[in-house]
C-alpha cells in the first residue's frame, strides 16, 4: 500500500469547517483512499473512501486532486464531538481480507 | 445500526496466564479481524480470517496467539501465555467481504493489562 503523509495535529473553531490534508504522491492507479477516525482509544470508525472523484456522505466529503497525490477530508461544520485521531489510508479496495495500515494521523483538536 | 460487539471491556490477567478476548462480528459479514494498539503508539493489525482459516497475519501474530470461530456468531483472540507486552487494546472488526464499500467495522475495544 501507498505511504501517506498527514500532518500530526491541527485545530479548528466549533462550527467551523474542518480541512485535513493528506498525501499520498506513491498512490497506484487501483489504489483507493481512506479515511478512518479514532475518538479517543475508541475503535477506528470508517468516514469515506474514494478512488479519483469527489466524494460525499452524511459525515464528510472527500476532495482527491486530479492527479491523485493528495486529498482533502472535509468536515462542513466541525462539533466538539469531532475531536479525534483521523487517519488517510491508501489500499486496493477488493481486498478487504487484508490488511489496514494506520499511520500515525492527524489529532484534530476542535474548540468552542 | 449493526455493531461489532467485544467483551470484556476491560481484562486484568497476570504474566504467563492464558487469556480468550472475544467478539461478536456483524451477522452478514465474512471477514474478520483483530488489531491491538499498545497506549500512545499505532493502530497494529495482527490478523485476518475468512471462511474457517487465516487469511493474512502479521509478524507480531506469533504462535502465541491463535483465533477461531467456534460457532455462528463468535470470534475469538487467545493469548497462550500473556507477557507484560501483551498489554494493549484489542481491537475486532469485521467487513462484509470484497470491495468492502464502508471499510471495516470495529468494536470499541478490550483492554488487556498483564501484570
Known amino acids: 500500500d501507498a505511504k501517506t503523509t498527514q500532518p500530526t495535529s491541527m485545530d479548528c473553531a466549533e462550527g467551523r469547517a474542518a480541512n485535513l490534508p493528506c498525501n499520498h504522491s506513491t498512490i497506484s492507479g487501483n489504489e483507493y483512499v481512506y479515511w478512518y477516525r479514532q475518538i479517543h482509544s475508541q475503535g477506528p470508525q470508517y468516514i469515506i473512501h474514494?478512488?479519483?472523484n469527489n466524494e460525499t456522505n452524511e459525515m464528510a466529503s472527500l476532495i482527491i486532486t486530479e492527479d491523485r497525490k493528495s486529498s482533502t477530508l472535509i468536515l462542513p461544520h466541525a462539533t466538539l464531538r469531532d475531536t479525534a485521531v483521523y487517519y488517510c489510508?491508501?489500499?486496493?479496495?477488493?481486498?478487504?481480507?487484508?490488511?489496514?495500515?494506520f499511520g500515525e494521523g492527524t489529532q484534530l483538536t476542535v474548540n468552542p | 445500526e449493526p455493531e461489532v460487539t467485544q467483551t470484556p471491556s476491560h481484562q486484568v490477567t497476570q504474566m504467563g496466564q492464558e487469556v480468550i478476548l472475544r467478539c461478536v462480528p456483524i451477522?452478514?459479514?465474512?471477514?474478520f479481524y483483530w488489531y491491538r494498539q499498545i497506549l500512545g503508539q499505532k493502530v497494529e493489525f495482527l490478523v485476518s480470517?475468512?471462511?474457517?482459516?487465516?487469511?493474512?497475519k502479521s509478524e507480531i501474530f506469533d504462535d502465541q496467539f491463535s483465533v477461531e470461530r467456534p460457532d455462528g456468531s463468535n470470534f475469538t483472540l487467545k493469548i497462550r501465555s500473556t507477557k507484560l507486552e501483551d498489554s494493549a487494546m484489542y481491537f475486532c472488526?469485521?467487513?462484509?467481504?470484497?470491495?468492502?464499500?464502508?471499510?471495516?467495522?470495529f468494536g470499541s475495544g478490550t483492554r488487556l493489562t498483564v501484570v
Open positions: 472488526a469485521s467487513s462484509v467481504g470484497p470491495g468492502a464499500g464502508k471499510g471495516y467495522t
Open positions: 474514494g478512488l479519483k
Open positions: 451477522s452478514n459479514h465474512l471477514y
Open positions: 480470517f475468512y471462511n474457517n482459516e487465516i487469511s493474512e
Open positions: 489510508i491508501v489500499r486496493v479496495a477488493g481486498t478487504s481480507g487484508s490488511r489496514l495500515t
